[in-house]
């Protein structure tokens, strides 16, 4: 008898394989199999790292974000496999990729890796995070490509457009959302968290970013395209943060910005803020926050004398709330929801609303004050300190402020003015997104005020209503019953 051996795996590894080799289907059916996802890979990139270390791999961005992807964000690990000469050495490996890529899917191989050594001992070898470095290369590369392909696709598309009609154009924008848009949609938090994290990819990462803007129209835009937008002598970049677009839009700290037709971003995102606060400046143009008290905008020499003059018109009223304020913070019944008033001052940014609060540069914004109450570890002690101080920033064309000018300087114990300074104070804060730890005495103001708009006395005492005693029901009802009863009579003769 002779035996001949027939060679059964006869196929080569995928990514052993020339890239021109490899078709699309086989490509997408290989995702499936590693990632046990039942759609086609988004984008992907096949290639051989040469050099001192080298390895073969293919990685595949996908098209959903799993479900819970930021629930266990802490401690899921890589999905990326590790092969050493073709044999699986682990599933999930920690060391391949950052926490904030663990949804990117594939493999990797090398033949330089040691086969006869433990995982914990793979973990603290050099050459593994010389492969990390390369694979993070690579991810951001393929980002990067699909972010470019998409922006350049976009200005191709709006110089055709003058030559198409509106319906056309209405249908490709719907049909033809661009790589790069399906992919935000999915994983924006997990680039801006990278943004947050990853030291030495954070300028990279900055290019990916994407931001709603005052002048957007709805979309969102990168970094770049705000400095293409960019006035001459504007010298920082603008943001804001709030609840959602709506709220901000209505914001009072917006109103000097939409009249000097500045743009500003529009930060919804609870992880926007924090991200845009670590990369700190883009391209030599730092961050501002738009709703703190730093801000600075250009001005004449003229605006900035009348700016001046107007401060000395006020100082009676601002020094007299600065002083009501600190009572009403430290003392009064606004004791205990933790608010410091640092100072009053004539606002620059305010064009139709009476007055503004603002917080100290370094302090937290409005949404990032709720953003660490709803924390449940949240430190109270350590929020009051972190919180900052607020400026009331008051506008000195608004007839309510004049008038109150007005009343101060006649008297400064004038009881209307005092009602109405704590007021204001109070419906600033709400405005400008801060939560008012008790409403009661705002909320008796307001039942006060209506009272007055009604003509009624606020200060009336409360009486019960008298209701008159129901006699003569139980005569009606009996009435109405004799008159079934003739009618039943009539009825039963015919």
């Not at 890979?41 to 595949?60: C, Q, V």
């Not at 935000?184 to 300028?203: H, P, Q, V």
């Not at 000097?260 to 971003?265: A, R, S, T």
């Not at 009604?454 to 209503?465: F, S, Y």
Request: hydrophobic share 35%; aromatic share 8%; proline share 3%.
């Amino acid at each position: 008898t002779v035996f001949e051996w027939e060679q059964v795996n006869t196929q080569k590894a995928i990514w052993l394989r020339a890239k021109e080799d490899v078709t699309e289907e086989e490509y997408n059916e290989f995702y499936k199999s590693i990632s046990k996802d039942y759609l086609d890979p988004l984008a992907y990139t096949h290639f051989n790292a040469e050099g001192e270390i080298e390895f073969k791999s293919i990685l595949f961005l996908p098209k959903k974000a799993p479900f819970d992807m930021m629930d266990n964000y802490w401690t899921k690990k890589s999905e990326v496999k590790l092969f050493v000469r073709r044999v699986l050495v682990a599933e999930k490996f920690d060391e391949l990729l950052p926490r904030y890529l663990n949804f990117v899917r594939g493999v990797v191989d090398s033949d330089d890796l040691p086969l006869n050594v433990s995982r914990e001992q793979l973990q603290q070898n050099k050459i593994m995070k010389v492969i990390s470095k390369k694979l993070v290369r690579k991810v951001l590369e393929l980002m990067k490509k699909l972010a470019k392909d998409e922006e350049s696709g976009g200005d191709d598309e709006e110089e055709e457009s003058e030559e198409k009609e509106e319906k056309e154009e209405k249908k490709e924008k719907k049909d033809e959302e661009g790589l790069w848009t399906k992919f935000w949609k999915e994983f924006n938090k997990n680039l801006k968290m990278g943004c947050y994290e990853d030291d030495s990819n954070r300028s990279k990462l900055s290019k990916l970013l994407r931001f709603y803007t005052t002048k957007s129209e709805g979309k969102e835009v990168s970094l770049d395209k705000y400095l293409d937008r960019m006035q001459e002598s504007q010298e920082s970049i603008y943001y804001m943060s709030g609840d959602s677009i709506e709220t901000m839009k209505k914001a009072p700290s917006l109103q000097i910005f939409l009249k000097k037709d500045l743009e500003v971003l529009m930060l919804p995102d609870h992880l926007d803020e924090p991200c845009l606060q670590k990369l700190a400046d883009y391209e030599g143009k730092k961050f501002v926050s738009i709703q703190k008290a730093d801000v600075k905008l250009d001005e004449t020499e003229e605006e900035k004398k009348r700016f001046t003059k107007i401060k000395d018109m006020y100082k009676p009223l601002t020094d007299w709330w600065k002083k009501k304020l600190t009572d009403l913070t430290e003392s009064g019944a606004m004791k205990e929801a933790g608010v410091k008033v640092e100072k009053v001052e004539v606002s620059k940014r305010l064009t139709e609303s009476p007055v503004v609060v603002v917080t100290s540069q370094f302090g937290y914004s409005a949404q990032q004050e709720k953003v660490m109450k709803s924390q449940a570890f949240q430190n109270k002690e350590q929020l009051s300190m972190m919180a900052g101080r607020k400026t009331l920033e008051i506008n000195a064309n608004h007839p309510v402020i004049i008038d109150l000018l007005a009343k101060v300087k006649a008297s400064e114990s004038d009881e209307a003015a005092s009602k109405t300074a704590e007021v204001l104070f109070q419906t600033a804060l709400i405005e400008s997104g801060f939560e008012i730890a008790d409403p009661s005495s705002l909320v008796s103001h307001v039942y006060k005020l209506m009272s007055k708009e009604l003509g009624v006395n606020p200060d009336a005492p409360l009486k019960e209503i008298e209701v008159p005693e129901d006699e003569e029901e139980p005569e009606e009802e009996d009435k109405d019953d004799d008159e079934e009863e003739d009618t039943k009579e009539e009825k039963e003769d015919l």
